[in-house]
């Protein structure tokens, strides 16, 4: 059974009001109230998305971690760091690599990589890449072929298709009596790839292990083993404790090459969380001005209420249900709102690119074509508890007011 001051409280909100403006207020504050939560859970729910689909392409085409020596001269016994990477629990496969700087041209055109020389058996074992091959296969990459797998935005930039013929110029240049002059070597395009992820589809560039150490002088030596780990999302974690007994190895994960896009992303996020707070402020200060309203319009009430025996404290929690409701009510309905729209997000942002005829997502921008979505039960719950916390807050100084009214003064005019 409700106590005196809830059923009071209960009234107030539910009575209509003489003052038509005060009740557009009130409603303005829990229409505020619900934008700020909905937009909160949208934008949050949006960011996640990114953050899980971006990480998972990268997931699938990218190396979970890199482990190499750090005298570059000891990279010939690549061997013995596929071994020390097998017997750790967490790592499922390895693989080695060579890396190096490279020009590509073709009918006119040309573009810097960081060409890749693989082993293709291995290689197929640490990444999905195989899976994303659009044409060819990577299995034709074979010593002393010289062919190579591309990209399809480096492909499509250089007006490559399979079967043709590509010039790969390294700075390792040949010495002739005219000078240093680069080296030249035509290779035979044998595959393209398309995994989804801007930045991977404009650079790769894959040859032979072997094709790349002649190419880069190398020797027998490699640039580092590639790994592939059981839980990807931990690698950072992960890094610090996998050879802390050798002191001659270096080791980096995922995060290397990506680190300031993640953690761009991650201040984003912060940031916006921030910034939409204050649409819950803004909504809370009006909630402020209607329980205001309402405390001066009902200070008769008030006042005869006090002749009848209730205290400051039970006029205080009048006011305070009255702006809790308010504030649940409109948490509420933006939780809600904001939940449907994160969850059907992609295909509303569908809807409005086909009413507009473009894309509204550049994947050169965003490393992805779509919106994605994450609702995250933790989020939902934080943005729901802020949003009651300014809720209450916003209650204080009405429901104050409204105890400190002296009925002799509030009816002396009535």
């Keep these: 059974m409700l106590n005196l ?40 729910s ?7 689909d971006v990480r998972a392409k990268l997931f699938n085409v990218a190396p979970h971690m890199e482990i190499g020596y750090i005298d570059p001269e000891q990279n010939h016994n690549w061997q013995e760091l596929t071994q020390l990477a097998a017997q750790k629990k967490h790592v499922l496969a390895s693989t080695p690599y060579v890396l190096g700087q490279a020009l590509l041209t073709n009918a006119g055109e040309v573009r810097g990589v960081m060409l ?17 091959l659009q044409a060819g ?60 992820v801007y930045e991977m589809d404009e650079n790769l560039a894959l040859i032979d292990l072997n094709d790349a150490q002649k190419l880069f002088r190398m020797g027998d030596q490699v640039s580092g083993v590639r790994l592939k780990l059981d839980n990807p999302q931990d690698a950072p974690e992960m890094k610090a404790g996998m050879f ?49 309203m309402t405390v001066n319009e009902k200070r008769a009430d008030i006042a005869i209420l006090r002749t009848l025996g209730m205290s400051p404290r039970g006029v205080m929690r009048i006011f305070m249900v009255q702006g809790a409701i308010a504030g649940t009510l409109g948490t509420v309905i933006g939780v809600v709102l ?54 209450f807050l916003a209650t204080l100084y009405p429901s104050y007011r409204a105890a400190k009214t002296e009925p002799a003064e509030a009816l002396r005019y009535e």
């Design 244 to 292: 802390p007994e050798r002191q001659d190895l270096w080791v980096r994960d995922w995060s290397f090459q990506n680190q300031s896009y993640f953690e761009a992303v991650a201040m984003e996020k912060r940031m916006m969380f921030i910034i939409m707070a204050f649409i819950s402020l803004v909504a809370s200060f009006n909630l402020v001005s209607s329980l205001v």
């Design 46 to 52: 949006v960011m996640n998305g990114f953050q899980r």
């Design 116 to 132: 890749q020389g693989i082993e293709p058996q291995s290689y197929e074992a640490v990444t999905a890449l195989k899976s994303h």
């Design 338 to 391: 904001g939940v449907v729209i994160a969850w059907n997000i992609g295909s509303i942002v569908r809807f409005i690119e086909n009413l507009v005829g473009r894309p509204l997502v550049q994947a050169q921008v965003y490393f992805l074509d779509y919106i994605p979505s994450d609702v995250q039960v933790s989020d939902v719950s934080v943005i729901a508890g802020i949003s009651l916390l300014l809720a």
């Design 137 to 196: 296969s990577i299995d034709t990459l074979s010593a002393g072929e010289f062919n190579i797998v591309l990209g399809s935005g480096l492909a499509y930039a250089l007006d490559a298709q399979i079967g043709n013929k590509v010039t790969v110029l390294t700075p390792q240049g040949n010495v002739t009596p005219a000078g240093m002059v680069p080296r030249l070597k035509q290779f035979n395009v044998v595959g393209i790839a398309h995994s989804g």
């Design 5 to 44: 001051e809830t059923w009071i409280g209960l009234r107030y909100l539910r009575a209509k009001k003489r003052n038509g403006f005060m009740s557009f207020i009130s409603v303005i504050s829990i229409v505020g109230i619900a934008l700020g939560v909905m937009t909160l859970i949208v934008v949050l």
